[in-house]
T-cell receptor
Framework: EDQVTQSPEALRLQEGESSSLNCSYTVSGLRGLFWYRQDPGKGPEFLFTLYSAGEEKEKERLKATLTKKESFLHITAPKPEDSATYLCAVQGGYSTLTFGKGTMLLVSP | KAGVTQTPRYLIKTRGQQVTLSCSPISGHRSVSWYQQTPGQGLQFLFEYFSETQRNKGNFPGRFSGRQFSNSRSEMNVSTLELGDSALYLC?????????????FGSGTQLSVL
């Protein structure tokens, strides 16, 4: 059974204070690891897909990295508008997504 | 291009009733997936439909069912509602539901069971 564990559950940062979110996973035959962002009252919004260990992707202040056991979402100099819940999901041999419970990020001005 | 549309946005039901939720995918998308989101369990996969056929099913009881129409619109039904069914139900669409294809989510239907 595929499993995804995200940490921390919640994170509070000051504007400009860089940090990282962790996503640990176990999956049979990783086909892809996904990061989504979810704002209150809305559905998740796609950020990145990573396919193999060593891969990195960037978008504005976000950078996602992948190893064989975990993925990190690095947030550089965050702004208040980066406040959201960040969800990690894996797609394994069964071809359905398994999501973690998310990290709730609050960036204070 | 319009996004994924889910109706209704909010729903209040009582135990034992049944409910039907609707999802209109992005135009051209043929795969529709449904997820249940709760604070305790996070997002859990319910089922996926492609071209009117259920292609994958999650680990939920038979009270949860769905269908997809020829225009790719989908509905999910929950019969004999229980208090534990209170959740945000999210619909997501993609072009073909292929491996590694990103999903586009609607804003969800918030179901409260009293």
């Amino acid at each position: 059974e595929d499993q995804v564990t995200q940490s921390p559950e919640a994170l509070r940062l000051q504007e400009g204070e860089s940090s990282s979110l962790n996503c640990s996973y176990t999956v049979s035959g990783l086909r892809g690891l996904f990061w989504y962002r979810q704002d209150p009252g809305k559905g998740p919004e796609f950020l990145f897909t990573l396919y193999s260990a060593g891969e990195e992707k960037e978008k504005e202040r976000l950078k996602a990295t992948l190893t064989k056991k975990e993925s990190f979402l690095h947030i550089t100099a965050p702004k208040p508008e980066d406040s959201a819940t960040y969800l990690c999901a894996v797609q394994g041999g069964y071809s359905t997504l398994t999501f973690g419970k998310g990290t709730m990020l609050l960036v204070s001005p | 291009k319009a996004g994924v549309t889910q109706t209704p946005r909010y729903l209040i039901k009582t135990r034992g009733q049944q409910v039907t939720l609707s999802c209109s995918p992005i135009s051209g998308h043929r795969s529709v997936s449904w997820y249940q989101q709760t604070p305790g369990q996070g997002l859990q996969f319910l089922f996926e439909y492609f071209s009117e056929t259920q292609r994958n099913k999650g680990n939920f009881p038979g009270r949860f069912s769905g269908r997809q129409f020829s225009n790719s619109r989908s509905e999910m039904n929950v019969s004999t509602l229980e208090l534990g069914d209170s959740a945000l139900y999210l619909c997501a669409s993609s072009y073909a539901g292929a491996t590694n294809e990103k999903l586009f989510f609607g804003s969800g239907t918030q179901l409260s069971v009293l």
